[in-house]
């Protein structure tokens, strides 16, 4: 297809969304003349399933709950007026917290402002906050953002020495629905051990962010926490950025929350169009069954041209594949759907993998985002009438050019600024276009049995090593993993046995030893 012909077709499928500052531009998908119109009868269900979603109806059968992240921003949505009150009181609870922070309403037992803030949490309960931190924030913030989420050692060391002496500064952000996710609460207890030998009182620092009644919440009630916020069981990890779990500390740090609800609120609007073409998250979840063939074939590639949008493949990494990333169809049937995302930013892909999105193997289509303004001042000419924004660009518009004349697909979401409202745009849009194309591929999108089985396994891996390091304590002399396994009723675990003594031996923390052996397998372990 000749450059004519491509603008003939850009004019043809643009998508514009003024009311948000939105586009978004599909026709570099090779999509055919008919693809729309054979697709509508499908699109049309999803809608109507999304309808019955947003009234209340119970959307994950695995756990008889409703989904109502949809709610967050319009609480005149929620199938009764128990919920509107409470996210209308969570948000004022959020607003008001936070100003009092600001103010220094809310000191440290020592009388000091809050300067700091350091969220512990996991998978949604963390990367919707730190996109939103990255993307938002300025030098300006009354709170610098600081994160711990995963349950590595190493990791949480490395936040609470850049803390340093502004730990007793710091206020501290618990996130855990449940409030057993063990990653949290490693962290929890790790952060509450560093203020103690700071001697530092850790409840007047804490707060929690979790469901009623969990045991975090009742952490925070005895121990007497600083403020506590509600985890609702309609609202999942992955789509809570507009509940307290993204909302608290964004506020804290100085984000214009309620800007980014007015544009998640905006965008949902847009979005429940059942117009399909003027529906820029049916017409995403479209490019992404043609991409995929609606299985999951091919790759999803997140290429934002703007620095503050780094963190937003990441964010899209779990709405998207854990959404969709399922074994099962709602008929029960195996279908192993997803789609693996991926991306980094332009123009630094340019100097990393373009050159095998160009020439390499084709298993993927493209999401190019741009962002129209560059920055909040002027820009200086490198060159004759040439700013560094003209070259950024440049390079989007070459990359996109460069892949397409290799048959390349791309789908190019343009957004007027980036601002609080767009952010919020950005959210909804992808929170609609996967719910809409899971219904499309009929699977659900609202439940997670592959992480709920990844826990299980490593409670068991977890339960093998108390028993390994009770029989080493009980035997009083050296063994091999093999024998130690068949001592403990294991023996089909003995690599796993293995690796947990070799990691217990590296480390000082459980008194194991090992003696190496030329086959390292054949290593003998003791207690010390």
């Known amino acids: 297809m000749d450059s004519l012909q491509l603008w003939e077709r850009y004019k043809k499928y643009l998508c514009v969304n ?59 949505l929620a199938p009764d007026g128990r919920i509107s009150a409470e996210i209308d009181f969570t948000l004022r609870a959020v607003r008001d917290f936070a100003a009092g922070i600001h103010a220094g309403t809310f000191r440290t037992p020592a009388g000091r402002k809050f300067t700091r803030m350091l969220i512990i949490g996991i998978g949604g309960s963390a990367l919707g906050p730190q996109f939103v931190a990255d993307a938002l924030g300025t030098p300006a913030d009354p709170l610098k953002p600081y994160f711990l989420d995963n349950t590595d050692p190493d990791g949480m060391d490395r936040v609470l020495g850049e803390l340093g002496e502004s730990l007793a500064e710091t206020l501290v952000i618990v996130i ?4 057993g996710t063990k990653e949290t609460r490693n962290g929890m207890l ?45 609202v999942g990890g992955r789509t809570s950025e507009t509940s307290a779990v993204g909302l608290l500390p964004a506020a804290l740090q100085g984000i214009d929350v309620e800007a980014l609800l007015r544009g998640a609120k905006l965008c949902d609007e847009i979005t429940r169009r059942t117009e399909t073409r003027a529906n820029p998250a049916a017409l995403l979840a479209l490019m992404w069954y043609h991409g995929t063939g609606g299985t999951g074939k091919r790759d999803m590639v997140i290429l934002p041209y703007k620095d503050r949008l780094l963190l937003f493949s990441r964010y899209l990494q779990q709405l998207i594949m854990e ?104 959210i909804a849009l992808y929170e609609r276009a996967v719910g809409l194309y899971a219904s499309l591929v009929n699977i659900n999108a609202y439940h997670q049995p592959g992480v709920e089985a990844g826990k299980k396994a490593a409670g068991t891996v977890l339960e093998l090593q108390l028993k390994a390091f009770s029989h080493l304590r009980s035997s009083g002399r050296a063994e091999a993993a093999e024998e130690i396994a068949a001592a403990i009723g294991a023996a089909e675990e003995a690599e796993t046995i293995f690796r947990i003594l070799t990691h217990a031996a590296g480390n000082g923390d459980h008194g194991i030893g090992a003696d190496p052996a030329e086959k390292p397998w054949e290593t003998r372990f003791r207690s010390t």
Request: aromatic share 10%; hydrophobic share 35%; net charge negative.
């Open 190 to 234: 790790e952060v509450k051990l560093a203020f103690e030998a700071a001697g530092i009182p850790f409840p007047k620092h804490a707060v929690a962010v979790t469901g009623q009644e969990s045991e975090l919440d009742r952490t925070a009630v005895s121990e007497g926490w600083l403020a506590r916020f509600p985890m609702w069981d309609w």
């Open 18 to 76: 003024r009311e948000v500052g939105l586009s978004l531009d599909i026709s570099r998908m090779n999509f055919s003349d008919s693809f729309l119109a054979e697709m509508e009868p499908r699109m049309q269900q999803a809608f109507r399933e999304m309808k019955e979603l947003e009234k209340g109806a119970i959307a994950n059968p695995d756990e008889g709950r409703m989904v109502g992240h949809y709610w967050l921003r319009n609480p005149s």
């Open 323 to 426: 959404s969709l990333g399922k074994e099962k169809d709602r008929s029960g049937a195996t279908v192993n759907q997803g789609i693996s995302v991926y991306g980094n930013k332009g123009s630094t892909d340019q100097h990393a993998y373009v050159q095998q999105l160009r020439e390499g193997v084709h298993n993927f289509f493209v999401t190019f985002i741009e962002v129209v303004k560059d920055r909040q001042r002027s820009s200086m000419a490198v060159e004759p009438d040439t700013t560094s924004g003209d070259y950024l660009l440049g390079f989007f518009l070459g990359t996109r050019r460069a892949l397409y004349e290799k048959g390349r697909e791309s789908v190019t979401i343009t957004i007027d600024k980036l601002d609080p409202q767009a952010v919020g745009v950005l």
């Open 176 to 179: 855990s629905k449940s409030g």
